[in-house]
Nanobody
Framework: VQLRESGGGLVQPGGSLRLSCAAS????????MGWYRQAPGKQRELIAA????????NYVEPVKGRFTISRDNAKNTMYLQMNRLKPEDTAVYYC??????????????WGQGTLVTVSS
């Protein structure tokens, strides 16, 4: 599987961004998918997840009510709508399955991520 995130950038506090994740391979539609982020000096963490059919979503408390995860299985694409952004949302954002995809050596597979910077 290959994962490609896009849509990041510099935004002022209170602004919005929409991230996209394009996934190759046939396993996208059968997996729970998630958005992860890694802030400077911190570990990567799962912040939002969506079940394979999109019927259920979960969010960590800091983004609940501000971020919305969605997916389009026909396009092998997932989205993260981020509203009311805060400086503490600054991070590199990644998409992956939950748990993450692994290769034949059982190493996790990640894309390059997309940088979101929230600053005035």
């Amino acid at each position: 599987v290959q994962l490609r995130e896009s849509g990041g950038g510099l935004v002022q506090p209170g602004g919005s961004l929409r991230l996209s994740c394009a996934a190759s391979g046939s396993t996208f539609s059968i997996n729970t998918m998630g958005w992860y982020r890694q802030a400077p000096g911190k570990q990567r963490e799962l912040i939002a997840a969506i079940t394979s059919n999109g019927g259920s979503t979960n969010y960590v408390e800091p983004v609940k009510g501000r971020f919305t995860i969605s997916r389009d299985n026909a396009k092998n694409t997932m989205y993260l709508q981020m509203n009311r952004l805060k400086p503490e949302d600054t991070a590199v954002y990644y998409c992956n399955a939950d748990p993450p995809f692994t290769d034949y050596e059982y190493l996790e597979v990640w894309g390059q991520g997309t940088l979101v910077t929230v600053s005035s």
